[in-house]
């Protein structure tokens, strides 16, 4: 019975040397990431277990997301994870450490009366939005008509003046 593996060789090597010439993938990695809600900070622990602290960054942007990006060059892997900070976290504030397992983010929180200010700024934000789509739709709703009865009228001027032409 023929097996396909040559005589004196173990299935085992067949299946390193095999290997071998399997290229490598790239694998993405998802992070477990860890939230602890404090009296005055957030602390956020993601776990990069593998990485070096040159191989990754963390960014914050303006609205409060974080985008946590790092690839190491062996082996292919890769890793992203964005998540969403509340809006109480003071931005300004923002500090992180790697141990060089686990980078721990530390979020301080807004004043008491500030986060108020904060939710108050966010609602009104979102109504001035809202606000300014409806007009948005309104405008582009009335430009269309407006286009459409400029057209109409314009094929009836050189329908008109290319029929009394003709009459003359």
């Known amino acids: 019975m023929a097996t396909g593996v040559p005589k004196g060789r173990s299935s085992a090597k067949a299946a390193a040397a ?10 993405d990695l998802e992070p477990k990431v860890q939230w602890l809600d404090g009296a005055a900070c957030y602390l956020v622990r993601v776990d990069l277990a593998g990485f070096k602290k040159e191989e990754f960054r963390v960014q914050v942007d303006g609205i409060g997301r974080v985008t946590v990006r790092g690839q190491r060059p062996a082996g292919h892997v890769h890793v992203h994870k964005e998540f969403q900070l509340p809006p109480t976290a003071d931005l300004q504030r923002i500090g992180a450490r790697f141990d060089g397992t686990t980078l721990c983010i530390s979020v301080p929180k807004l004043p008491a009366g500030a986060a108020g200010t904060v939710l108050a700024r966010m609602e009104e934000a979102k109504a001035v939005t809202t606000l300014l789509e409806m007009e948005r739709a309104k405008w582009d709703r009335g430009e269309v008509i407006a286009a459409a009865v400029a057209t109409f009228a314009l094929g009836v001027i050189v329908t008109h003046r290319f029929f009394s032409a003709r009459i003359e």
Do not use: F, L, S, Y
């Not at 095999?18 to 694998?27: C, G, I, Q, S």
């Open 18 to 27: 095999a290997a071998k010439t399997v290229e490598p993938r790239d694998v």
